[in-house]
């Protein structure tokens, strides 16, 4: 069975540009979440989604948002970037919920400029 | 507002002794917790957990302990072997789901 899968890995934007990231779940699980991680702050969550609804969302602003496709893929969105959004993004999904064991994907490296 | 905590940021263990990694939390309301491992570039992968209705839950070398009057968990592995060389988080979830985690511990164990 594969993996979570994650594009891009890698991605240098500048200040002021938005950024799409995919995650693709593994089959047949239906709960996918992002986190956030910096050095300090551990992995912060940042929303959860099942069945293409947002179903949790963490104390992230606006510019933060995601979504989730009707093949339980998902994609999250930043707009306007900020330095301070350089991170470590990582996807994970589970079954039907968060609690059960999540399978993490390898994340996607954000370096804002 | 940091509501589970890992005030230990590394710890290094010498092969064949119990590692002990530290966890509190805040939230009451949380029922569940995980921990979680973590290689340099690769996602985190699921290690153990425990349901609040239980204080201690024990899988091979790894083994959760709950308190849940001090809102304290941890994790201990005996024996520590040098593959366990890592960083740990901690989460917690209540009645929404959504996992919290902590900042990690570093676990550094030599030969």
């Known amino acids: 069975k594969a993996g979570v899968t994650q594009t891009p890995r890698y991605l240098i934007k500048t200040r002021g540009q938005q950024v799409t990231l995919s995650c693709s779940p593994i089959?047949?699980?239906?709960?996918v979440s992002w986190y956030q991680q910096t050095p300090g702050q551990g992995l912060q969550f940042l929303f959860e989604?099942?069945?293409?609804?947002?179903?949790n969302k963490g104390n992230f602003p606006g510019r933060f948002s995601g979504r989730q496709f009707s093949n339980s893929r998902s994609e999250m969105n930043v707009s306007t970037l900020e330095l301070g959004d350089s991170a470590l993004y990582l996807c994970?999904?589970?079954?039907?919920?968060?609690?059960?064991?999540?399978?993490f994907g390898p994340g996607t490296r954000l370096l804002v400029l | 507002d940091q509501q589970v905590k890992q005030n230990s940021p590394s710890l290094s263990v010498q092969e064949g002794r119990i590692s002990i990694l530290n966890c509190d939390y805040t939230n009451s309301m949380f029922d569940y917790f995980l921990w979680y491992k973590k290689y340099p570039a690769e996602g985190p992968t699921f290690l153990i957990s425990i349901s609040s209705i239980k204080d201690k839950n024990e899988d091979g070398r790894f083994t959760v302990f709950l308190n849940k009057s001090a809102k304290h968990l941890s994790l201990h592995i005996v024996p520590s072997q040098p593959g366990d060389s890592a960083v740990y988080f901690c989460a917690a979830s209540g009645s929404t789901d959504k996992l919290i985690f902590g900042t990690g511990t570093r676990l550094q164990v030599f030969p």
């Open positions: 994970a999904s589970s079954l039907d919920s968060p609690r059960e064991t999540q399978y």
């Open positions: 989604y099942f069945s293409e609804t947002q179903r």
């Open positions: 089959s047949g699980h239906r709960s």
